[in-house]
């Protein structure tokens, strides 16, 4: 069943980029956060978590599928989302016969 398709997954990987930019050129650099360091470091910490369980499932879904995952890994460090989506539709494409 392929449940994601390409132009969901053009559209999601552009909005993301969209949104990284206007992230980086709309912030101001000398304005004070108004976060405290407590909701920063949970952030951070959920952050990191959810980033781990997701390459966790990525690793069992490899070992299911009998690929290798290990060349994911480190395009998952920089940019977890975008991976994700291209590497589950790697996992989905047709293989030949």
Do not use: C, E
Not at 8 to 37: N, Q, Y
Not at 70 to 86: D, G, S, T
């Amino acid at each position: 069943m392929y449940v994601w398709s390409k132009r969901l997954v053009a559209g999601l990987l552009g909005a993301f980029l969209i949104l990284l930019g206007v992230f980086l050129f709309h912030g101001t650099p000398d304005a004070a956060s108004g976060l405290k360091i407590h909701t920063t470091r949970w952030i951070t910490m959920n952050y990191a978590g959810l980033v781990i369980w997701v390459f966790v499932w990525m690793i069992d879904q490899a070992r299911v599928r009998g690929q290798n995952v290990w060349l994911w890994f480190v395009p998952f460090l920089f940019a977890p989302l975008p991976v994700l989506m291209l590497y589950v539709l790697f996992l989905q494409r047709r293989l030949k016969a």
